[in-house]
């Protein structure tokens, strides 16, 4: 079993900070680095492999947009959140 280690008054403190910090999620990438993450996964070679007018690429291709905007809208709240703290 694992003793439980005593936290000076400083690493609490830290420890508290490092958790505070936000952490990167999807919506902070632009269109590159997401179009690059989706590269590096091999969905894009997956899909150039299927016929363009097929049911998965078609979806594929409609919900594109729906992510756009809903990463858009995101955005757009964090940054009106930020500016009322100012």
Same mark, same amino acid.
């Given at each position: 079993?694992? $003793? ?40 894009l070679r997956?899909?150039? $492999? ?22 858009? $809208? ?13």
């Amino acid at each position: 079993m694992a $003793k439980e280690q005593k936290l000076t008054p400083e690493e609490s403190q830290q420890i508290a900070e490092a958790t505070q910090v936000p952490q990167t999620s999807p919506t902070d990438w632009n269109r590159r680095q997401r179009r690059h993450m989706l590269r590096q996964q091999g969905v894009l070679r997956y899909l150039s $492999k299927l016929p363009f007018l097929g049911e998965v690429r078609s979806n594929f291709r409609q919900q594109n947009p729906e992510n756009e905007e809903r990463f858009i $809208k995101e955005i757009w709240m964090k940054m009106t959140e930020l500016t009322m703290l100012l």
